[in-house]
């Protein structure tokens, strides 16, 4: 683990370079639902006035489609805004990310000067995380090196692994157990057939878990700004304190009342 620095831009540059085919950009290749896009015509409305900040609709939407209470999500403007709240919240002084893995995570931990240290995937495991990187961390818990906040994308991007369910538990149960926070970016899991490993559930129960998906990959709109993290009742009020304001075109109010938290 060392440091790193690579400059990247969020979701590629496409307005100032010719690109034909962006592989930068992982989203649903069925396109937007219709759903959605009913959801974007009737917010047009809605563009003359000032959104519900507080986004009841569609939190009281998301809140009954995860079986979790409303009290446990918080929405922002997409799920990087969201990764900034949560490292303007913890203000870690080092932050574990692993290589190769979403730039964001990175960007996030600037705002706050962390010091950024990097894991390595390995080629011949498949770029997949295995017990070893349980047993590092359980070495820098023993000699106090451990980071004071660990960001995991499941499955990761961009290399499309899941973290088996075994080795993601025995993470969760260290960073708990030794109070380092633990952000699961689940922005992809809709993708898998692993949803019901989902660590939403486990989350709302936890000071130091915290899961963090998106509207963007699943609906397929990158363009609206709309994600939510899922934690404890006490965190989400912390958060809520650092979190930027749902603010894109109303959008959020409008999918609470259209219902298209589903597909």
Same mark, same amino acid.
């Given at each position: 683990?060392?440091? /790193? ?8 540059? #496409?307005?100032?370079?010719?690109? !034909? ?44 489609? @995860? ?16 990764? #900034?709240?949560?490292?303007?919240a913890r203000k870690p002084k080092t932050v574990l990310v692993l290589a190769p893995s979403f730039s964001g995570y990175e960007h996030s931990a600037a705002c706050e000067d962390c010091q950024v240290c990097y894991y390595y995937l390995k080629k011949e ?18 000699? /106090? ?32 157990? /030794? ?10 899991? !809709? ?20 899961? #963090? ?12 700004? @709309? ?5 404890? !009742? ?30």
């Amino acid at each position: 683990m060392d440091k /790193h620095t690579e400059k990247s831009v969020h979701g590629g540059d #496409v307005y100032r370079n010719q690109v !034909e085919l962006d592989f930068s950009v992982n989203i649903n290749p069925f396109g937007m639902p219709d759903g959605v896009k009913k959801a974007l015509g009737d917010a047009i409305f809605l563009c003359t006035q000032y959104p519900d900040e507080k986004v009841s609709k569609l939190s009281e939407a998301m809140a009954k489609k @995860l079986d979790v209470p409303q009290e446990c999500i918080l929405f922002g403007n997409g799920a990087s805004e969201l990764f #900034v709240a949560i490292i303007h919240a913890r203000k870690p002084k080092t932050v574990l990310v692993l290589a190769p893995s979403f730039s964001g995570y990175e960007h996030s931990a600037a705002c706050e000067d962390c010091q950024v240290c990097y894991y390595y995937l390995k080629k011949e495991d498949n770029f997949e995380l295995t017990e070893h990187f349980v047993q590092e961390l359980i070495r820098q818990i023993k000699a /106090h090196e451990a980071p004071d906040l660990i960001f995991l994308a499941n499955p990761n991007n961009p290399t499309g692994a899941c973290i088996s369910f075994d080795i993601l538990s025995q993470i969760v149960f260290l960073c708990c157990e /030794h109070r380092i926070t633990l952000v699961i970016d689940e922005c992809f899991i !809709e993708f898998t057939k692993r949803q019901n490993e989902s660590l939403i559930k486990t989350a709302i129960h936890s000071q130091y878990l915290i899961v #963090v998906r998106a509207f963007t990959k699943i609906y397929g709109i990158p363009g609206v700004r @709309l994600g939510y993290l899922a934690t404890s !009742e006490k965190n989400g009020g912390m958060f809520e304190k650092t979190a930027p304001r749902v603010e894109c075109i109303a959008l959020g109010t409008v999918c609470g009342r259209s219902g298209t938290t589903g597909r």
